[in-house]
């Protein structure tokens, strides 16, 4: 079946570096989600790409679709406290929707 | 409409017991998911309902798990004989046709003892 796999599986930064989360399919994907899961929270939607090299900016995020839609990374800039949790990319099939296995990002202040 | 309403947000039981959860989906949102997450992992797809039809089912639930959506509102999920494997936050989501974002409510967290 269809999996979807992100790199890396955790990432430790300071305050103030940058971090990037991968995401890659074996399929091409109709569109990619990213959803942001505080620690004891739930996922919490943060954009949704549709189109071939799509490139969309929230603030300090920058996430990327890939040429071919089989990929696509989310990148933070300066990253902050508030910016902790796990980020899982997302693709919807026709009944389901895909996790991928999810990044967990620890910001040490 | 705040959202998506989970109930009960914690429930312990003891192995053996049967346990029943409830989803209040976004009262417009014909699609209406649930998840199974342990610490640490993501979310594991469960089943899907589209209205009141069950349209996909994870090989992951055993016989023992039963979801049911009856007038295509509210879902409940019904874990029978549970076991300590069981344990882990059970979420619910919903979404609308067309639109493609997933709206997450706040899990059950269950714990069998």
């Known amino acids: 079946g269809q999996q979807v796999m992100q790199i890396p599986q955790y990432q430790h930064v300071q305050e103030g570096e940058d971090f990037t989360t991968y995401c890659n399919s074996s399929?091409?994907?109709?569109?990619i989600q990213w959803y942001k899961q505080r620690p004891g929270g739930h996922p919490v939607f943060l954009i949704q790409l549709v189109k071939s090299g799509e490139v969309k900016k929230q603030k300090r995020l920058t996430f990327q679709f890939g040429e071919a839609k089989k990929n696509s990374s989310l990148h933070i800039t300066a990253t902050q406290t508030t910016d902790v949790g796990t980020y899982f990319c997302l693709t919807s099939g026709t009944y389901k929707y895909i996790f991928g296995t999810g990044t967990r990002l620890k910001v040490l202040a | 409409d705040t959202g998506v309403s989970q109930n009960p947000r914690h429930k312990i039981t003891k192995r053996g017991q049967n346990v029943t959860f409830r989803c209040d989906p976004i009262?417009?949102?014909?699609?209406l998911y649930w998840y199974r997450q342990t610490l640490g992992q993501g979310p594991e797809f469960l089943t899907y309902f589209q209205n009141e039809a069950q349209l996909e089912k994870s090989r992951l639930l055993s016989d023992r798990f039963s979801a049911e959506r009856p007038k295509g509102s509210f879902s409940t999920l019904e874990i029978q004989r549970t076991e300590q494997g069981d344990s882990a936050m059970y979420l619910c989501a919903s979404s609308s046709t067309g639109v493609r974002e997933a709206f997450f409510g706040q899990g059950t967290r269950l714990t069998v003892v």
């Open positions: 399929t091409t994907l109709s569109n």
């Open positions: 009262s417009e949102h014909n699609r």
